[in-house]
């Protein structure tokens, strides 16, 4: 069985480009979370989704967005990039949320330049 | 800021040595969950404690939760080379909705 697939798994942008990071949960799981990680730091909030509504968001600015669709897959999407966007983005999965464990993407290497 | 804080930063011990390491929040929680994170790739769920549990073990991991204290400790008994890795507690406070707060993490090095 599948776990969470994330991609692409690296990506270099030039400043002020748009970005979409897509995330495929695993076979039942309607629950996708996203989350920033930068350099020596833990991963950062940035939302949830569950069954298709946006259920929590971090304190990320609103370039920040995204979405979840019929089959619980997910994209990330950043629009106006920043060099501080340069981070591991990282997609975790679960039955439901806050109730049981996460399973996470092997992440997307993002690089700003 | 972050909810979970951990302690130490950075441990390094013999293989066969017990590591443990502290993670304390700032409010109350659903539950807490510790994770393990390899050369900055994906995380891998260890063990979730709910907040009306005191103690947990999986396999050579023990965690405790005391939530009068807003604090847990994760217990690895005799670790081994491939225990090495950054470990993360994660907390979901009680705040209504839904946000899972990582601290800042215990790199953990075993040496062979």
């Known amino acids: 069985d599948a776990g969470v697939t994330q991609s692409p798994t690296h990506l270099i942008k030039t400043r002020g480009q748009h970005v979409t990071l897509r995330c495929s949960p695993i076979s039942g799981h309607k629950s996708v979370s996203w989350y920033q990680q930068v350099l020596g730091q833990g991963p950062q909030f940035i939302f949830q989704?569950?069954?298709?509504?946006?259920?929590g968001r971090g304190n990320f600015p609103d370039r920040f967005s995204a979405r979840q669709f019929p089959n619980y897959s997910s994209e990330l999407n950043v629009n106006a990039l920043l060099l501080g966007d340069s981070a591991l983005y990282l997609c975790a999965s679960s039955s439901h949320p806050g109730l049981s464990e996460a399973f996470f993407g092997q992440g997307t290497r993002l690089t700003v330049v | 800021s972050q909810q979970g804080e951990e302690d130490p930063q950075a441990l390094s011990i013999q293989e066969g040595e017990n590591a443990t390491m502290n993670c304390s929040y700032k409010?109350?929680?659903?539950?807490l969950q510790w994770y393990r994170q390899n050369s900055g790739r994906g995380l891998v769920h260890l063990i979730l404690?709910?907040?009306?549990?005191r103690e947990k073990h999986s396999g050579r991991l023990r965690v405790t939760l005391d939530t009068s204290k807003k604090s847990s400790s994760l217990l690895i008994t005799a670790s081994r080379a491939a225990d090495t890795a950054s470990y993360f507690c994660?907390?979901?406070?009680?705040?209504?909705?839904?946000?899972?707060?990582f601290g800042a993490g215990t790199r953990l090095f075993v040496k062979a």
């Open positions: 409010t109350s929680i659903n539950n």
């Open positions: 989704y569950y069954e298709k509504e946006e259920r």
């Open positions: 994660a907390t979901e406070p009680n705040t209504g909705g839904f946000k899972t707060i």
């Open positions: 404690i709910r907040s009306n549990e």
